[in-house]
Nanobody
Framework: QVQLIESGGGLVQAGGSLRLSCAASGRTFSSYAMGWFRQAPGKEREFIAAINWNSRSTRYVDSVKGRFTISRDNAKNTVDLLMNSLKPEDTAVYYC???????????????????WGQGTQVTVSS
């Protein structure tokens, strides 16, 4: 089993920054890819960013490229999402997820992630 706990959400003004963190416990963290997703009220869960097990491959949804950065620290069992230049449309509950398939190129499909955190709320005011 893998437990994922997100932190770092909150209220921020447009143009501001937040750093989300996801702490993992359970199975060997360095073995699996990690992803961040978000879900706004009334909308489907959306892929944001993902990173493979050794940080050599990352991917982002177009809407956050150049603003968000995903990173991981396998020694600390954490994956972070640094969010800059936040916009009101970034408001959502943000979830981290773990994919232990071992794929080199991290997936953008929620169905390919095996474990999920409980989510953290990010609210961006205009």
């Amino acid at each position: 089993q893998v437990q994922l706990i997100e932190s770092g959400g909150g209220l921020v003004q447009a143009g501001g920054s937040l750093r989300l963190s996801c702490a993992a416990s359970g199975r060997t963290f360095s073995s699996y890819a990690m992803g961040w997703f978000r879900q706004a009220p009334g909308k489907e869960r959306e892929f944001i960013a993902a990173i493979n097990w050794n940080s050599r491959s990352t991917r982002y949804v177009d809407s956050v490229k150049g603003r968000f950065t995903i990173s991981r620290d396998n020694a600390k069992n954490t994956v972070d999402l640094l969010m800059n230049s936040l916009k009101p449309e970034d408001t959502a509950v943000y979830y981290c997820a773990a994919d232990y398939s071992g794929r080199f190129y991290p997936s953008a499909r929620a169905s390919e992630y095996d474990y999920w955190g409980q989510g953290t709320q990010v609210t961006v005011s205009s």
